[in-house]
């Protein structure tokens, strides 16, 4: 008995899916309103279905049955089951479940090098003598602020 994973949806059409639509049309990771939390500052990696919100909420994952506990508050065979993806095979009941993907560490840096680069941005625009207004200046703080959440769920990832 197990997860199949190719019988999961995109993880693009699954949040959407869900009444969750992502906001830009290209590019890997996107963005969508958190499931938990409300704020749409969820990042959603369209390949792997890895999401993080952004607010610091804690909502985070690496897969689609990840997603679906989150959204449902389902565990990991009832998620697998809703999505259509659990094989259920008697003669093979030995075979170990596998879990939902955690958040990986290499997802969470490339959401750090985003938000690093927004940094350097409004970094270069002051250096240059672009004022910066009010709301970038709200942003330049939400970054600071994001790096430190990701931080944090790398740290509680290697304990
Ligand atoms: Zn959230």
């Known amino acids: ?23 830009e049309r290209g590019g890997k990771w996107r963005t969508c309103v958190c499931f938990n939390c409300g704020h749409s500052r969820m990042r959603v990696n369209g390949e ?16 689609v049955v990840a997603m679906q506990m989150a959204i449902h508050g389902q565990d990991f065979v009832t998620a697998c089951k809703a ?3 659990w094989q259920d095979d008697p003669k093979d009941d030995k075979t170990p479940r596998r879990r939902p993907l955690p958040f990986p560490a290499r997802d969470a840096l490339e959401v750090l090098v985003e938000e690093a680069q927004f940094a350097a941005v409004i970094a270069g625009n002051v250096a240059h003598g672009v ?7 709200l ?13 944090r769920y790398v740290q509680e990832g290697r304990t």
Request: with cysteine.
């Open 1 to 23: 008995m197990s997860l199949i994973r190719n019988h999961l949806q995109s993880p693009i059409e699954y949040v959407a899916s869900q009444g969750y639509p992502v906001r």
């Open 48 to 63: 792997t279905g890895a999401f993080v919100c952004m607010s610091g909420c804690g909502a985070r994952g690496g897969d």
């Open 83 to 85: 999505l259509g993806a």
């Open 131 to 137: 004022e910066i207004s009010g709301d970038e200046r």
């Open 139 to 151: 942003r330049a703080m939400q970054c600071a602020g994001r790096i430190r959440t990701v931080a």
